[in-house]
């Protein structure tokens, strides 16, 4: 049961979990120490493409679709955002080569949005054209607040001229965390887009975003209910809810029940070697699920907001680091 005062703990421990997922100086003392790394590939398949697509392939045997996603972000280097970007490129063509789904989901500050937005955004474009060709799907991430804005109008830009009733290339985040979402969805469903519903994994300023856990969950929920509504289903929106929480994933299935919607009209997402078994009950459940699934050697501010997530998991490292 959560106390106020173990509720306001965890914050605590949220808060500067994310602050160290900040600090580069503290990348290399992560890294390489063996029991950090060892817990990392728990929600990493591993540094390489083929690493990535063997865990792809094992996710299919079991009825679970993927989401592959190349780790990186914040990158301030022109050269390193432009081998992202075909690397995306390329793993699109790998998936699809090897008969698994072609969907990817990419950050933009990878592909260089901090250098050069047009840079950011003509790689996208490259990307979503690579998607289009072999029948894949490319989903934004999103990230730190300060990047709504600019990573909805580049989605608005690339998907402007979107044509009814052809699949789409291209689809975004929203975070229930943040104060503006509300007004996202509703924008985002007038345009029949697919959006990813997540709580939202930064640490941002009351300002903008609801500081206790209880309002993110609820406006979750209300989120959910305006992608499942009759004015978003009419416009034909798929929405993608991605989360780990039992509750919110009952009362999505309540809601769908109760509106008659079909299963495959929407879909849940979860992270690699988060609730495992949650993964292959809902698949079983006839449910359609899907794994985020990151590869790459960038993996330490990631695996810094999956401890920020469950602080249960910096305990267990600790203890792996002292038995050392
Ligand atoms: C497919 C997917 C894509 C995402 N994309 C984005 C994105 O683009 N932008 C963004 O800001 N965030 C993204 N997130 C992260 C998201 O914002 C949350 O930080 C994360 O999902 C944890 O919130 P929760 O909904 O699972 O609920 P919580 O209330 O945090 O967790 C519910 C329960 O799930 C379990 N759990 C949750 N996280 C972990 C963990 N790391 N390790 C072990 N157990 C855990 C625990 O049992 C916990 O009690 C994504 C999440 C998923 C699943």
Redesign the pocket.
């Known amino acids: 049961m959560s106390t106020p005062f173990a509720s306001a703990a965890m914050n605590q421990a949220r808060t500067v979990l994310l602050w160290l997922s900040r600090r580069h100086s503290l990348h290399r003392l992560v890294t390489e120490v063996a029991p950090a790394r060892r817990l990392a590939r728990r ?1 990493v398949a591993g540094e390489t493409r083929a690493e990535a697509l063997a865990v792809a392939a094992a996710l299919k045997e079991r009825g679970i679709r993927t ?1 592959l996603a190349f780790l990186g972000e914040h990158t301030t280097a022109a050269a390193e955002a432009r081998a992202a970007g075909a690397e995306y490129i390329a793993l699109l063509r790998a998936l699809a080569a090897a008969g698994l789904e072609p969907n990817c ?1 990419l ?1 933009l500050t990878q592909l260089g949005l901090h250098i050069d937005r047009a840079l950011a955004e003509r790689q996208l474009a490259a990307i979503v054209a690579t998607a289009d060709e072999v029948g894949g799907f490319v ?5 730190n607040a300060d990047l709504v804005q600019t990573t909805l109008d580049i989605f608005s830009r690339l998907t402007g001229g979107h044509e009814p009733g052809t699949p789409w290339r291209l689809g975004v ?1 929203i ?1 229930s ?1 943040l104060r503006r979402s509300e007004a996202d969805v509703r924008c985002l469903i007038r345009a029949g887009a697919p959006v ?1 519903l ?5 640490a941002e300023p009351p300002a903008v975003a609801f500081p206790r ?1 209880a309002d993110v ?1 609820a406006n ?1 929920l209300r989120l959910a209910e305006l992608l499942l509504s009759p004015a978003a289903r009419a416009a034909g929106v798929y929405p ?1 809810f ?5 509750a ?1 994933i009952d009362a999505v299935r309540a809601l769908v029940r109760a509106r008659g919607i079909p299963p495959d009209a929407y879909e849940f ?3 690699l ?3 495992r078994e949650l993964q292959v009950r809902l698949a079983r459940a006839g449910l359609r699920v ?3 699934v990151p590869y790459g050697s960038h993996w330490y501010p990631y695996f810094m ?6 602080p ?2 910096v305990l267990f490292l600790l203890r792996s680091l002292l038995h050392r």
């Open positions: 929600f989401t989901s950050k989903r934004i991430d999103m990230e985040v975070q965390y990813r997540v709580k939202g994994a930064y856990k969950d979750y993608a991605a989360t780990h929480d039992q919110i997402q979860l992270l070697g988060v609730r899907r794994v985020y907001r999956r401890l920020a997530e469950r249960a998991n």
